[in-house]
């Protein structure tokens, strides 16, 4: 699994024409900030202080939220006029509330709303105001660094240095943060490139101290303490490649025992800057917008949809497996859609008028205009659909890739991380064009844009994990390796009894680190850059 995006978001609340509901004077607001995990049940997360005659209050305390982009997470903002010092607020007056998910303010960054009565009616000209900023310290530290004369440790060949870098807790222990790569055998070594986050180089403090042991790698695991050296990231970001920053090597032991002693070798920064990394949130809140295609199997292996062993039957509850992946992996992704318009491709059925054999159908039947109206309109054309198709073969993923893919391209051409596609296919399971699919990926992969795989049904589904390339990269049928990992594979059997939650919560888990990877790698900010401050 992919480490969760687990990112702490920081919302300010500001209201504008409260209701007036004291004599003599005004209202004295309150927000409280209600989270709902499910069904309908509420509980206060927070609340900020109380605001004393104010109908535009602008309140000081923010509320720190952990920010999940996989689930849909649904909040209330209660505003109350305090007129007591209880804690309850049944006995103050209501002034109204707005409900939404944390996905739709990080989408719009600011966001302002009208406040409603608990019946849904607008609670005067009240509105409510939220914005979202993301805590976090997301400078880097790029390096470059070479050594020379470094002391030799083997007796058959030289040493084979690397460094580490450590800091130094507020208990005075150190902890390594990073480990370069080995150079074998070369006692003037020049490292790769790397690059350390500031925070975990040294806490963002400029002059905490840092200690650099260059050490020589042995296969045991004993390896050899060459020298080491303490300095500060305000000494080493004076590096230049005209002027570098050099550090002695120091080997304590050595130096004790022998008086002439200079030192073990010299460490030579050649290049250190800190720079600021966009994250997945800074593109979201930077304007860049996930537009999300569904495509959906219509083989002849669902089993004829009139029959209530097929997958495609809708139960008399209205729903089937592929009913609820779109719906769950959907409702998650529809935040970060401004205009909620979603193509909907069916394949490998045989399609109205002339009942040919289709592996790219819009299953609204209009070529020139495949979109649906937001998540329900997807689920309404996939019914409406169904009664008019047939059931084909055989199973080609790989049209659907690059049609998708054609848009990514253009999205491609773009100068900044304007948007980025994600492609849901749902299938019954045995794949026909496995190369073609493959080399399809292969381009996708340069593209941005990512592809989830959702099997229903009880097939054999190792091809599918074959194209999950979590197990290594995939390749081409040519050889070409994919240049990043896009695809995720989920069998819905592993979710058929979990809540429904679960679903979207591992197949979307990744998609925020792989749209990051795309846009760093060919360096693009999103078009409204809220991390360079």
Not at 307 to 315: A, E, G, M, Q, V
Not at 414 to 425: D, E, H, M, N
Not at 446 to 467: C, N, Q, R, T, Y
Request: charge should be negative; glycine fraction near 6%; aromatic fraction near 10%.
């Amino acid at each position: 699994m992919a480490a969760q995006c687990v990112t702490k978001v920081e919302l300010t609340i500001s209201c504008n024409n409260l209701l007036d509901k004291d004599v003599g004077s005004k209202s004295d607001p309150l927000c409280v900030l209600l989270h709902n995990t499910s069904g309908q049940q509420w509980y206060e997360v927070d609340r900020t202080e109380r605001v004393k005659n104010s109908l535009n209050p602008k309140f000081a305390k923010r509320f720190l939220i952990d920010y999940y982009f996989e689930l849909v997470q649904k909040f209330k903002f209660g505003i109350y006029d305090i007129d007591n010092k209880t804690i309850d607020l049944s006995d103050d007056d209501f002034l109204g509330e707005f409900e939404c998910t944390l996905g739709q303010i990080v989408s719009s960054k600011t966001l302002t709303r009208p406040l409603l009565f608990k019946n849904g009616k607008p609670a005067g000209k009240g509105s409510i105001t939220i914005t979202a900023e993301e805590v976090k310290d997301n400078r880097v530290v790029l390096f470059e660094i070479e050594a020379r004369k470094l002391d030799n440790k083997d007796f058959f060949g030289k040493s084979d240095p690397f460094l580490e870098f450590h800091k130094q807790t507020s208990e005075g222990n150190w902890v390594m943060v990073h480990r370069t790569e080995v150079i074998k055998n070369n006692l003037n070594p020049a490292w790769k490139p790397f690059k350390i986050p500031l925070n975990s180089l040294c806490y963002s403090d400029m002059d905490k101290t840092i200690k650099v042991e260059c050490y020589d790698y042995d296969n045991d695991g004993s390896h050899d303490l060459i020298g080491s050296f303490l300095t500060t990231m305000s000494k080493l970001k004076e590096a230049s490649r005209s002027s570098p920053v050099e550090f002695e090597c120091i080997n304590e032991k050595k130096r004790q025992k022998k008086k002439s002693y200079k030192n073990s070798g010299v460490v030579s920064v050649k290049h250190c800057e800190i720079i600021v990394e966009c994250t997945f949130l800074d593109y979201i809140m930077g304007g860049c917008q996930l537009n999300f295609t569904v495509g959906i199997d219509f083989t002849g292996s669902n089993g004829d949809p009139r029959s209530p062993d097929s997958l495609h039957f809708i139960s008399p509850n209205g729903v089937n497996e592929y009913l609820t992946a779109i719906w769950s992996v959907g409702m998650v992704i529809q935040d970060y859609d401004t205009d909620k318009m979603f193509p909907a491709f069916g394949f490998g059925a045989q399609i109205p008028p002339s009942f040919q054999v289709s592996h790219e159908f819009p299953l609204n039947f209009n070529p020139s205009n495949p979109f649906c109206t937001g998540i329900q309109g997807v689920i309404d054309a996939y019914r409406a659909c169904l009664p008019q198709i047939k059931l084909y073969g055989p199973t080609n993923f790989s049209p659907i890739i690059n049609h998708v893919a054609k848009f990514a391209g253009a999205a491609a051409q773009q100068q900044t991380a304007s948007q980025y596609f994600v492609l849901l296919i749902i299938t019954d399971g045995v794949i026909t064009d496995l190369d073609a699919t493959r080399s399809a990926i292969v381009n996708a992969a340069k593209l941005p844009m990512s592809i989830i795989i959702v099997g229903v049904g009880g097939a054999d589904f190792s091809a599918m994990e074959f194209l999950d390339g979590d197990n290594g990269s995939l390749r081409s049928p040519t050889g070409e390796p994919a240049i990043r990992d896009i695809v995720q594979f989920v069998p819905f059997r592993q979710f058929q009894s979990a809540p429904k939650e679960a679903l979207s919560q591992c197949v979307l888990a990744e998609v925020p680190q792989q749209v990051v990877n795309y846009f760093s790698t060919y360096k693009l900010q999103p078009p409204k850059n809220p991390a360079a401050k």
